[in-house]
């Protein structure tokens, strides 16, 4: 449990620092000016419209410029309406009414949100925007909102501030897809809502992908130096400043490439450089902690796994045929039999790897569910690193160990005897990828453990795409380390990586499927189908919601189609100048309007 310990302590720094913070804050645009310091490389700032925005570094200042459609409590990390007096702010809707069936939701608007140029927020902006979605070949659509083309149907406006979303079926992720309408300045654009020949390829060419002018969030855009920082100001009509004005004078997202130099930066407490810090790697943020940094860290939404390839190597394929029905994709001659893949999850030492791969920087997943989401299981537990429960399995599953040790006090090489889907005699051999090195130290680590059960393994560090594209993609791998970023809230429905409509076998083309291991369950599929499909909308309520996730939680626990690593701790660092920062895990700037940095 050190690595519990350990965040735990993270937060007791982070928390007792807040009490300095009591002192007046000042006049509107007093607050002098926030420097986020980030690695994300302005220098290839992708297009700043949102719904064409596919990069961490645009999301980051995007969310600061625009309102949401649906808010998020930084507390809890569920959707929440607006309400006026709540942790949500900067958000449009004020609360919806699902139809009967689920198959439509009907959002009702606040009416006091404008865009920074004076023009009221209303229910056409949201049109714009999903009619921007739907022509998302014109517009050069980021992949991100990919979701809200295909499953939302039509989105109306009933008047200025109500807008009825209709889905192409009942879908208890509603309100996932539904927050994808960020909302888009339509008049900016030139668009009216009677416009019937609107040419929306001029959103691949507006100068907004530079830098927007229209905006409506905390601060306004004042321009873009590639390689050097995006310059924001505060933006004076922001409507839901908690002490009713923005405080910092403005932000400059600056480019720092390496993150040693930028906690040097922020330790050195220099006039106007960088005070804040997002996402340091876990030795960097133990350093600005010694240093005397306000540093808060909780397991954030990037997990890693091992991916395990189910299917026949041999003989990859699609999993489903042109009626959309599954396919029988044999059986990989090793990792088929689910004891092979439980024995190692059961030789996979967390606590070394999380403490030497990854610095002590990392939280223990138990399933497929990442720490901090509201969906997480209550009570299920981790698979126990256990060497001889490991060997219990293998032995179980007819893979005996020779009895000639590999290493001291270790296992022979294992062949099968009566193993499920291999030929007699064949070695328990596999192959196991990783893209970088603190994967390929993961990797290594599997390895000795493994050896000790008499497993033979080979690592090999490839580069991202040739991992991604030619063998994961291709399905013609045994294991696979690899990882995801989730977004918030967390999606309960996890087919995105284990339904067979996502078991695409590429063929080395670069096109693939995220279920790169052919997992497939009836059981799986059946409830997650029930559930997220919403038959009726009281079985998209969060308790529902809840009691489905936990299952799929256990089935997955225990049917092993990943070996579960952890979640990295995401870490947010304000200099010790920089006031009112009070972070949630995964919701660290939700306050950011009344920041300000100490003269």
Same mark, same amino acid.
């Given at each position: 449990?050190?690595?519990?310990?350990?965040?735990?302590?993270?937060?007791?720094?982070?928390?007792?620092?807040?009490?300095?913070?009591? +002192?007046?804050?000042?006049?509107?645009?007093?607050?002098?000016?926030?420097?986020?310091?980030?690695?994300?490389?302005?220098? !290839?700032?992708? #297009?700043?419209?949102?719904?064409?925005?596919?990069?961490?570094?645009?999301?980051?200042?995007?969310?600061? =410029?625009?309102?949401?459609?649906?808010?998020?409590?930084?507390?809890?990390?569920?959707?929440?309406?607006?309400?006026?007096?709540?942790?949500?702010?900067?958000?449009?809707?004020?609360?919806?009414?699902?139809?009967?069936?689920?198959?439509?939701?009907?959002?009702?608007?606040?009416?006091?949100?404008?865009?920074?140029?004076?023009?009221?927020?209303?229910?056409?902006?949201?049109?714009?925007?999903?009619?921007?979605?739907?022509?998302?070949?014109?517009?050069?659509?980021?992949?991100?909102?990919?979701?809200?083309?295909?499953?939302?149907?039509?989105? @109306?406006? *009933?008047?200025?501030?109500?807008?009825?979303? /209709?889905?192409?079926?009942?879908?208890?992720?509603?309100?996932?897809?539904?927050?994808?309408?960020?909302?888009?300045?339509?008049?900016?654009?030139?668009?009216?809502?009677?416009?019937?020949?609107?040419?929306? /390829?001029?959103?691949?060419?507006? @100068?907004?992908?530079?830098?927007?002018?229209?905006?409506?969030?905390?601060?306004?855009?004042?321009?873009?130096?590639?390689?050097?920082?995006?310059?924001?100001?505060?933006?004076?009509?922001?409507?839901?400043?908690?002490?009713?004005?923005?405080?910092?004078?403005?932000?400059?997202?600056?480019?720092?490439?390496?993150?040693?130099?930028?906690?040097?930066?922020?330790?050195?407490?220099?006039?106007?450089?960088?005070?804040?810090?997002?996402?340091?790697?876990?030795?960097?943020?133990? *350093?600005?902690?010694?240093?005397?940094?306000?540093?808060?860290?909780?397991?954030? *939404?990037?997990?890693?796994?091992?991916?395990?390839?189910?299917?026949?190597?041999?003989?990859?394929?699609?999993?489903?045929?042109?009626?959309?029905?599954?396919?029988?994709?044999?059986?990989?001659?090793?990792?088929?039999?689910?004891?092979?893949? +439980? $024995?190692?999850?059961? $030789?996979?030492?967390?606590?070394?790897?999380?403490?030497?791969?990854?610095?002590?920087?990392?939280?223990?997943?138990?399933?497929?569910?990442? #720490?901090?989401?509201?969906?997480?299981?209550?009570?299920?537990?981790?698979?126990?690193?256990?060497?001889?429960?490991?060997?219990?399995?293998?032995?179980? $599953?007819?893979?005996?160990?020779?009895?000639?040790?590999?290493?001291?006090?270790?296992?022979?090489?294992?062949?099968?005897?009566?193993?499920?889907?291999?030929?007699?005699?064949? @070695?328990?051999?596999?192959?196991? =990828?990783?893209?970088?090195?603190?994967?390929?130290?993961?990797? /290594?680590?599997?390895?000795?453990?493994?050896?000790?059960?008499?497993?033979?393994?080979?690592?090999?560090?490839?580069?991202?795409?040739? =991992?991604?594209?030619?063998?994961?993609?291709?399905?013609?791998?045994?294991?696979?380390?690899?990882?995801?970023?989730?977004?918030?809230?967390?999606?309960?429905?996890?087919?995105?990586?284990?339904?067979?409509?996502?078991?695409?076998?590429?063929?080395?083309?670069? @096109?693939?499927?995220?279920?790169?291991?052919?997992?497939?369950?009836?059981?799986?599929?059946?409830?997650?189908?029930?559930?997220?499909?919403?038959?009726?909308?009281?079985?998209?309520?969060?308790?529902?919601?809840?009691?489905?996730?936990?299952?799929?939680?256990?089935?997955?626990?225990?049917? +092993?189609?990943?070996?579960?690593?952890?979640?990295?701790?995401?870490?947010?660092?304000?200099?010790?100048?920089?006031?009112?920062? !009070?972070?949630?895990?995964?919701?660290?700037?939700?306050?950011?309007?009344?920041?300000?940095?100490?003269?």
């Amino acid at each position: 449990m050190k690595h519990v310990i350990r965040f735990a302590l993270v937060l007791v720094v982070a928390l007792s620092a807040l009490s300095i913070f009591a +002192q007046e804050v000042p006049a509107a645009g007093e607050g002098g000016t926030i420097v986020w310091g980030n690695q994300r490389g302005s220098t !290839n700032l992708g #297009p700043m419209i949102n719904i064409r925005c596919s990069g961490v570094d645009c999301a980051d200042v995007n969310g600061l =410029m625009y309102p949401s459609f649906i808010g998020l409590d930084p507390a809890t990390l569920a959707f929440a309406p607006y309400t006026g007096d709540s942790l949500v702010t900067g958000a449009l809707v004020t609360g919806w009414e699902p139809s009967e069936d689920g198959a439509s939701y009907t959002f009702t608007l606040r009416e006091d949100l404008t865009w920074n140029d004076g023009t009221p927020i209303t229910a056409q902006d949201i049109v714009f925007t999903f009619n921007a979605i739907q022509n998302g070949e014109a517009i050069g659509l980021s992949s991100s909102y990919a979701p809200a083309r295909s499953d939302i149907a039509s989105v @109306e406006a *009933t008047d200025d501030y109500t807008v009825v979303v /209709t889905y192409s079926a009942a879908n208890c992720l509603a309100l996932n897809r539904a927050a994808l309408l960020v909302p888009l300045p339509g008049h900016a654009f030139g668009w009216t809502p009677d416009a019937t020949d609107f040419d929306w /390829t001029t959103l691949a060419d507006s @100068e907004a992908n530079n830098g927007p002018a229209v905006t409506s969030g905390v601060f306004n855009f004042e321009r873009l130096e590639r390689g050097t920082a995006v310059y924001l100001s505060a933006n004076s009509g922001y409507a839901d400043a908690s002490v009713g004005y923005v405080v910092p004078e403005g932000l400059v997202y600056l480019d720092v490439p390496d993150y040693n130099v930028m906690a040097e930066r922020l330790l050195a407490g220099q006039d106007g450089d960088v005070n804040f810090i997002f996402e340091p790697p876990g030795a960097v943020a133990q *350093t600005l902690t010694d240093g005397g940094a306000n540093v808060f860290g909780a397991p954030g *939404t990037i997990w890693h796994y091992v991916a395990i390839n189910t299917a026949d190597p041999a003989d990859p394929k699609n999993g489903f045929d042109e009626e959309d029905n599954p396919v029988d994709q044999g059986f990989h001659p090793i990792l088929g039999d689910k004891r092979v893949r +439980q $024995a190692i999850q059961a $030789a996979t030492d967390i606590e070394a790897i999380i403490t030497g791969a990854q610095s002590g920087n990392a939280t223990a997943m138990v399933s497929s569910t990442i #720490p901090s989401a509201f969906t997480i299981h209550p009570t299920l537990e981790r698979r126990a690193f256990d060497l001889d429960a490991a060997r219990a399995l293998l032995d179980e $599953a007819g893979w005996p160990s020779t009895g000639d040790p590999l290493v001291e006090g270790g296992d022979g090489a294992r062949t099968c005897v009566d193993c499920m889907y291999a030929e007699a005699g064949t @070695e328990l051999f596999l192959d196991i =990828m990783a893209p970088d090195q603190p994967r390929a130290n993961v990797a /290594t680590l599997m390895q000795a453990t493994l050896a000790q059960l008499g497993v033979a393994t080979e690592v090999r560090q490839l580069d991202f795409n040739t =991992m991604y594209d030619n063998n994961m993609g291709a399905q013609t791998f045994d294991l696979a380390i690899a990882g995801w970023r989730g977004g918030v809230p967390f999606n309960a429905d996890q087919r995105g990586f284990f339904g067979f409509e996502q078991d695409i076998a590429n063929g080395g083309s670069g @096109e693939y499927g995220f279920n790169f291991g052919s997992y497939y369950s009836e059981e799986f599929e059946s409830l997650s189908e029930y559930v997220f499909s919403g038959a009726v909308a009281e079985s998209c309520a969060d308790e529902a919601i809840k009691e489905t996730a936990y299952k799929i939680q256990e089935i997955l626990h225990d049917e +092993q189609p990943y070996i579960w690593l952890y979640a990295l701790n995401s870490y947010y660092v304000a200099s010790p100048d920089l006031a009112n920062f !009070n972070p949630y895990p995964a919701q660290g700037v939700w306050n950011i309007d009344s920041w300000y940095v100490r003269q």
